[in-house]
């Protein structure tokens, strides 16, 4: 991908994009996170087998937002209903476009319309300084074990 800026269309996400949203998922931890996280770590956090129903089952009951540049999913953003920002990944070959804040301002208008003001998230040393340049500010610190690993997150709120 060239660095020309392109535009970042928004829309909700379908079950049909679970495929799609997994190998996304996959690559921007294995690939985005390689040089904030060791592989041991990365392949804790984004394993070769992750069931693709469940991860479909999911998508469908949070509001999740997929982010395209070009025809290509280029993000995607899973949302809960009470505000939490559960995920927000961009590709790897979409870094810096502006993909992951396109993410989070959607988000932001469609839970608003839901009545949702409040936003918060536990953002990874990748995704930290987008939120903070989304308006969100670091309340705490904490370190999570996810299958034998351990990751210092970061909790935001807007």
């Known amino acids: 991908m060239n660095s020309s800026p392109m535009t970042v269309l928004i829309r909700s996400a379908t079950p049909a994009d679970a495929p799609a949203t997994l190998r996304l998922f996959r690559r921007a931890v294995r690939i985005g996170a390689a040089g904030l996280y060791s592989l041991p770590q990365r392949r804790a956090w984004a394993p070769a087998r992750l069931p693709l129903a469940a991860w479909r089952t999911r998508q469908t009951r949070n509001l999740t937002l997929i982010a395209e540049i070009g025809g290509a999913i280029a993000g995607f953003a899973e949302l809960r209903p009470d505000g939490h920002v559960h995920m927000l990944y961009t590709d ?53 074990a996810r299958r034998g690993q351990r990751f210092l997150t970061f909790r935001v709120v807007r």
Request: charged content about 25%.
């Open 92 to 144: 790897p070959a979409f870094t810096r476009r502006g993909v992951g804040r396109a993410l989070l301002a959607a988000g932001d208008e469609a839970l608003a319309v839901r009545g949702v003001r409040h936003r918060s998230a536990w953002a990874s040393a990748v995704s930290r300084a987008v939120f903070e340049r989304a308006g969100y500010r670091i309340t705490g610190r904490r370190v999570a």
